[in-house]
């Protein structure tokens, strides 16, 4: 993900990203957003949902969340939670259904293609952009 956008996931959501910029041996979170941008939108949205959640009754604190890593992986977006509840997992869940259509690239809607024996969440054109595939012009 760009580090325009990084930033404004940690800067909005400073709690959920507090392992952000941590030593990579301590945390995965430590590598960033290891997607691109079109799944900007979708991110924002499940951790505006994520930290809405509360500990208990409607007047409760928030539920003290840490993201452990968020990245692709089999053309969905994974998004790891340290300690969380059911409640938390059914947003997570739903966050990664939903990558599935969403194009990574552009943020679109998407249809998963085949390249190179993985799987990703993109348009045909936007692929190599998705996974960083360097394009090579005449082949
Ligand atoms: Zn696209």
Redesign the pocket.
């Known amino acids: 993900m760009s580090p325009d956008l990084e930033r404004r996931l940690v800067e909005t959501y400073p709690k959920l990203f507090s392992g952000y910029g941590a030593p990579p041996d301590k945390l995965p979170m430590a590598f960033g957003f290891e997607c691109d941008d ?1 799944w900007f939108d979708l991110l924002d949205s499940l951790c505006a949902q994520l930290t809405m959640l509360k500990s208990g009754a409607e007047d409760s604190e928030p539920l003290p969340l840490t993201a452990l890593q968020v990245k692709e992986k089999y053309g969905t977006v994974r998004f790891y939670l340290g300690a969380c509840t059911a409640e938390a997992l059914i947003l997570v869940d739903f966050a990664e259904a939903m990558s599935a259509k969403i ?1 990574e ?4 809607g ?1 249809a998963h293609v085949e390249q190179r024996g993985s799987r990703h969440s ?2 045909p ?2 692929v190599s952009r998705a996974t960083q595939i360097p394009r090579v012009e005449g082949l």
């Open positions: 079109g194009c690239a552009c943020g679109t998407a993109a348009m054109v936007h």
